[in-house]
């Protein structure tokens, strides 16, 4: 079964920009997961979606969106970009039959902005 | 302010040792933690998880530990393998979190041949 995948693997963009990311989850899954990575930050959580809706939300501003399609295929979009805004954003996908399920990650895009 | 914290950026372990990487969290209606690895370039690797109702969990050489009363949770990797070397995070659940994990900010583990 081939795992998440998420492209593009490497983005630059400049201040004020915006940016479209994908994720394509696991075959069978529904429910995908973004996270936001940043040094010493960890993974912060930015939303969640499953069958198309967003059923959970982390603390991030409005510019920080995203979409479910109908074959669960997931696009993040960042609108005026921000230098802070450079990190590495990975994708998680899961069943979504439950909560506390194990996430699979994608491999990330690194997004860089100058 | 941090709700799962990893308080060492950095381990390193010989090669045959035990492995033995901590996380501490603050938030008290936790009550299901995982642990992932990380190489560079890929995305994390789910390990292993425990719940609240356990104090141990056990899977081949990766056992986790969590002492609810003091907030913390600790993986212990044995034998450690230079294929260990990674970044381990620890992340954190809630019942009303969803499928929202809160991680902390990763360690460094390196296994010296």
């Known amino acids: 079964k081939a795992g998440v995948t998420q492209t593009p693997r490497y983005l630059i963009k400049t201040r004020g920009q915006q940016v479209t990311l994908s994720c394509s989850p696991i075959?069978?899954?529904?429910?995908v997961s973004w996270y936001q990575q940043t040094p010493g930050q960890g993974l912060q959580f930015l939303f969640e979606?499953?069958?198309?809706?967003?059923?959970n939300k982390g603390n991030f501003p409005g510019r920080f969106s995203g979409r479910q399609f109908s074959n669960s295929r997931s696009e993040m979009n960042v609108s005026t970009l921000e230098l802070g805004d450079s990190a590495l954003y990975l994708c998680?996908?899961?069943?979504?039959?439950?909560?506390?399920?194990?996430?699979?990650f994608g491999p990330g895009t690194r997004l860089l902005v100058l | 302010d941090q709700q799962v914290k990893q308080n060492s950026p950095s381990l390193s372990v010989q090669e045959g040792r035990i492995s033995i990487l901590n996380c501490d969290y603050t938030?008290?209606?936790?009550?299901?933690f995982l642990w992932y690895k990380k190489y560079p370039a890929e995305g994390p690797t789910f390990l292993i998880s425990?719940?609240?109702?356990?104090d141990k969990n056990e899977d081949g050489r990766f056992t986790v530990f969590l002492n609810k009363s003091a907030k913390h949770l600790s993986l212990h990797i044995v034998p450690s393998q230079p294929g260990d070397s990674a970044v381990y995070f620890c992340?954190?659940?809630?019942?009303?979190?969803?499928?929202?994990?809160?991680f902390g900010p990763g360690t460094r583990l390196s296994v010296l041949p």
């Open positions: 992340a954190a659940n809630s019942p009303n979190y969803g499928q929202n994990f809160v």
């Open positions: 425990i719940s609240s109702i356990k």
């Open positions: 979606y499953f069958s198309e809706t967003q059923r």
């Open positions: 075959s069978g899954h529904r429910s």
């Open positions: 998680a996908s899961g069943v979504g039959q439950g909560v506390r399920e194990t996430q699979y």
């Open positions: 938030n008290s209606m936790f009550d299901y």
